[in-house]
């Protein structure tokens, strides 16, 4: 059991244990004297970290990204916390739980992987189904698919965060295509499912959430559209017939597109209706999700308030409180008076068929 998490420090709390470090860099004060600068996390939060007086020397034995444990305190600094690190060295086997240093989803990863092939067994076009199959048949794909993270800090940044956001995307896809008789189902879930396929090959998750070298030189949109063209090729032999190219361009196009515009990332613009659909059905979930962490999830220190921080995917801060909460929607609305019954002069109706009773509370 961890002593104190980052998300429940305050300033003037010392902190002596096993964390994740990352994004360490060699700077100077005005003075000439170098100091390192970088990053602490565990699960719940990360916070900025400062060692004074540092040497190089103490700059090359810290990891590039992995877990140390330190010793130093917290400190308030411009509303912001700040770890002063004083001390640190290798963590010894044994004496921390990674699961507690790294963020991981809440649900159950057997149970969203089976809703995910489900879906896709669902795809009535043999040639999309087809298709499909070549990714689900790939073990290692699969498995790191299961496990990588959606995203390295903005949503669902945490061990299983990809397969959640895609199921759950997948789900409200399977409910609003009912609604629109024309938008093609099949692609739909195809597109969801292969949008963000490739950020188990971007990012590497196995101790802090980074970059790999690839995913910064080419990155998963380029790699998720190149991959179709690779499992085209395993899906042809094993349906013993060529795959239309119409799908191919389509499929490879809601990739390109699924960011919208240019400024986020997007090759093309989404063309297509179902191109469109998956754009807006991702997106909904990805802004949601980071809404509801935001507002109604662990409130970080130095942010207290009704509003949060300034955040640039929403251009402003948020309001957080939910001014109907559930357990007050639950509370029955009250019961209007009953209107007073005239006296009339209709035969009363003694049998039991006629009998009214009122409901028991």
């Given amino acids: 059991m961890r002593r104190i998490y980052l998300a429940n420090a305050a300033a003037g709390d010392l902190l002596d244990d096993v964390f994740v470090f990352t994004g360490k860099q060699l700077a100077a004060t005005s003075t000439g004297k170098f100091?390192?600068?970088?990053?602490?996390s565990d699960r719940t939060a990360q916070i900025t970290v400062r060692m004074w007086n540092a040497t190089r020397e103490e700059f090359d034995l810290l990891p590039e990204s992995g877990f140390v444990k330190v010793r130093g305190r917290v400190e308030n600094y411009q509303n912001n916390l700040q770890f002063i690190l004083e001390g640190f060295e290798p963590?010894?086997?044994?004496?921390?739980?990674?699961a507690e240093l790294i963020p991981t989803t809440t649900k159950d990863i057997p149970q969203m992987t089976a809703r995910l092939l489900e879906l896709?067994?669902?795809?009535?076009?043999?040639h999309l189904a087809g298709l499909m199959r070549a990714y689900t048949e790939d073990k290692?794909?699969?498995?790191r698919f299961c496990r990588a993270p959606a995203a390295m800090s903005f949503h669902h940044a945490f061990i299983g965060g990809l397969l959640e956001h895609t199921v759950?995307?997948?789900?409200?896809?399977?409910?609003?295509?009912?609604?629109?008789?024309g938008l093609n189902r099949d692609i739909v879930v195809a597109g969801i499912f292969l949008h963000d396929i490739a950020k188990t090959w971007e990012l590497s998750y196995d101790c802090a959430f980074?970059?790999?070298?690839?995913?910064?030189?080419?990155?998963h949109i380029v790699k998720s559209a190149v991959w179709v063209e690779h499992k085209r090729r395993t899906a042809e032999q094993s349906l013993g017939e060529p795959i239309p190219q119409p799908i191919i361009d389509v499929m490879q196009h809601i990739i390109i597109s699924h960011h919208g515009v240019p400024e986020f990332g997007a090759i093309k613009p989404p063309s297509t209706p179902e191109a469109i659909a998956v754009h807006f059905i991702e997106n909904l979930d990805a802004k949601l999700m980071m809404s509801l962490q935001s507002c109604r999830g662990l409130v970080q220190q130095g942010s207290e308030g009704n509003f949060t921080e300034y955040m640039k995917a929403f251009s402003g801060r948020l309001y957080?409180?939910?001014?109907?909460p559930m357990a007050e929607q639950a509370?029955?609305?009250a019961k209007a008076a009953e209107p007073v019954e005239k006296p009339s002069n209709k035969p009363v109706l003694n049998n039991p068929m006629f009998e009214t009773t009122k409901a028991k509370k």
């Fill in 35 to 40: 100091y390192i600068k970088a990053f602490l």
């Fill in 331 to 333: 509370v029955a609305p």
């Fill in 140 to 143: 290692r794909l699969m498995e």
């Fill in 168 to 181: 759950n995307s997948m789900d409200v896809a399977d409910a609003v295509c009912k609604f629109y008789p």
């Fill in 120 to 126: 896709l067994g669902s795809i009535h076009n043999k």
């Fill in 91 to 98: 963590p010894k086997e044994g004496t921390f739980d990674a």
């Fill in 320 to 324: 957080r409180p939910d001014p109907a």
């Fill in 210 to 219: 980074g970059y790999t070298d690839g995913g910064q030189l080419v990155g």
